[in-house]
């Protein structure tokens, strides 16, 4: 590995992990600015502002950023989140410059153009319409803000229909003023690229922006609470989850290795209760969602109106059944399927990039390899049964819910299961 | 490149393409067998002899499967098409043995227990059921059978509910042994592999597999035809298609570029006209499907009800414009997209093992990177034209919709714009 990282004087973290033998680069910009940093008269803007960054710049108008990239070949995309960010490309190794210069201009000079901005608008109303559409990824909107409710980090990244209706070109310009500071950024490379041709880049192209850090936010509480939208569907799509740990806890890994075990492949105990003893569901699988003070353990599942009420006290009993009997093969499988998937996602340049930007984000410096393997070989099972037990006493539950759910459980009732009274 | 092919006295084609800087390998087996050769009593049973293959073999319960590849961390996987079933495997080096011998067990030896297919039968109606909540899938169901209306390749792969809850497993058995022969299979692998290796897999542990080729299918003919779904959704999910052109045509990369130019980025005619100037959806790309003696090329949009009308005239105004007026630069734009998603895509080596199978299935002998990139190359501006108005020229589009459609305009008088009657 030759990971290289320069701190510009401006504050810009700069990164790359060349892979030689590649004959493309990734590279992007991650900024540490994403739907949490938004007050609520603001939900949906960095979302918004990620997409008005391709509508256009003094010098480029938006179809000129998607000929020039699409010219070449490349890719260029961008995506929100609740705490980052991130807009970058895939190139052939000679379109590096291009690919940088592009990101660069997008990010330091938008045009914010008012007929663009009204046409954008529409478009991500329809984007709401799409998630609307999509019972599976409306659950996990629901089920954020049920965990954290009347919080920015509760809040849906696309914001509402009536909030995207009422941005201005100002208030883009002031937010992005606000947000993307040098000091909040990282540029990462990985692929055919090297280390000094992004700091070249980054001293260049980047030099207008303003110094400062990331802004800061509002803390993030667990709460719990529930959102039931009852509809006709097919399927009756279910999620669940409890308060987990932050991306900083000496437990974040612990959540990993537990998600993986109830829920993280073929072999883990959700899936082979529900869907390979019972048949009770198409999908089913645990997650561990960690955000800088706070997270999240869940499952979601989709099943029929008739099964819907058996999934919740699966459940329980087998978070219940790994605090007392999680044993030390599950967990060897759970840690195994953690390690090999990060070792073959780093055979990705821009997984690379996303490990190294997020590593920066969180802990202000790069984890090496063998540092988080060492992580993960820590969590035993003795960690699995403690963690698995806290999150059965926490209580509180968060549940949402889409289609024909009048089967599932109450929250009181998924609550009592864990010896717990919902708040 | 080091490709290399041997084909054992049985019939069954290895192939390998090493790629010895990864630590991770990824192989699998690529049946020429899928949903377009069942007979109509049999719609869906490739898919469910999919599932069924990971439920159990003489040696290995459905639970040992899961457990042994998920110990090592790696991942086994299948997918069904309507001319191919792969099942597939990404591991670390060190465990491509065991990858290779699950492989070879679940396709030579299933249980296809009772019990078992009692249960996957619950769960295929459940993957039934989350299609039918997902529009943006379900429309392209719709559309396969308003192209190929009453032909096996227009059917849907899952098949229906009725029909998966009568498979038994004398038919998983019979269909099986027809289809499931060394001559039509390919054993592909890549990443951190040698050929010997797999030579030797192939020899051993595929010893017990029947002689004999690919079985005859149903010959499909593109016939156009239009289904509906007008339902309370948010977006109307609107597809089109028309008669394109079978993997083995000359023009088969003419319709790929095509494509491309038509709606391949953001750069693309409808990408610009329909998302950037007029802000119409989020959603708006084309493709161009080919099978083996047919294809479709077509398009895909997500609207809302009151902009439904306006996505046909455009596609059609485009389509037409580009009979005429196609022009150099977004003819080499759409080129150079091919070709850099060709060479990003054979750095993973999943993506080289499935380029491989379908050149085999396809061609029957490999096609090099440079022979690939000549024949896209060969696409100039004006077989894009003449392309173009071959489509516009031969009528009988078809189309299918889903949601709040009721603007949508009829088939006829879409049909009309290109100077046609719909059949």
Request: one cysteine or more; proline letters at 3%; a negative charge.
């Amino acid at each position: 590995m030759t990971i290289r990282i320069t701190r510009l004087p401006s504050g810009l973290t700069i990164v790359s992990d060349p892979m030689p033998h590649l004959m493309s680069t990734a590279l992007g910009v991650w900024v540490n600015c994403g739907s949490r940093h938004e007050q609520a008269s603001e939900s949906g803007l960095s979302h918004m502002l990620e997409h008005m960054a391709f509508k256009g710049t003094r010098r480029r108008s938006a179809r000129d950023i998607a000929t020039e990239i699409e010219s070449v070949g490349g890719d260029l995309n961008a995506y929100t989140g609740r705490e980052q960010t991130a807009f970058h490309a895939r190139v052939l190794k000679d379109d590096t410059g291009l690919a940088l210069d592009i990101i660069a201009d997008i990010l330091i000079d938008p045009a914010f153009e008012e007929g663009e901005l009204a046409n954008e608008r529409d478009v991500i109303i329809q984007e709401i319409g799409q998630t609307r559409d999509t019972p599976d990824d409306l659950v996990f909107d629901l089920l954020q803000e049920a965990c954290f409710p009347d919080q920015p980090v509760g809040r849906p990244i696309f914001g509402s229909e009536e909030k995207v209706a009422g941005f201005s070109r100002d208030d883009l310009g002031g937010y992005m003023a606000r947000h993307y500071r040098a000091g909040a950024m990282v540029l990462a490379g990985s692929g055919a690229i090297e280390h000094e041709r992004l700091v070249e880049a980054g001293e260049k192209l980047f030099s207008r922006l303003e110094k400062g850090s990331e802004r800061e936010y509002e803390p993030a509480r667990f709460e719990g609470g529930e959102t039931r939208s009852d509809e006709e569907l097919e399927q009756a799509h279910l999620a669940f989850a409890f308060s987990g740990v932050s991306s900083n806890d000496p437990d974040a890994y612990t959540a990993q290795v537990f998600a993986t075990a109830l829920g993280g492949g073929m072999s883990s105990r959700l899936f082979q209760e529900a869907r390979e003893k019972r048949g009770l569901c198409y999908a089913i699988y645990a997650f561990a969602h960690s955000y800088r003070d706070a997270g999240m353990v869940g499952v979601y599942s989709g099943t029929s109106a008739a099964k819907a009420g058996e999934i919740a006290p699966l459940i329980a009993a087998e978070m219940q059944a790994m605090s007392t009997g999680a044993t030390e093969e599950e967990v060897a499988r759970a840690r195994a399927q953690l390690k090999a998937s990060l070792l073959m996602g780093l055979e990705q340049p821009h997984a690379r990039c996303e490990l190294m930007a997020g590593h920066l984000h969180i802990y202000g410096r790069l984890l090496s390899t063998d540092e988080i393997v060492r992580r993960i070989d820590g969590v035993d099972v003795e960690a699995i049964r403690r963690f698995a037990l806290k999150l059965c006493e926490a209580g509180n539950p968060a549940m949402a819910s889409v289609g024909p759910v009048k089967r599932l459980e109450s929250r009181a009732r998924f609550a009592s299961r864990f010896g717990c009274r919902a708040a």
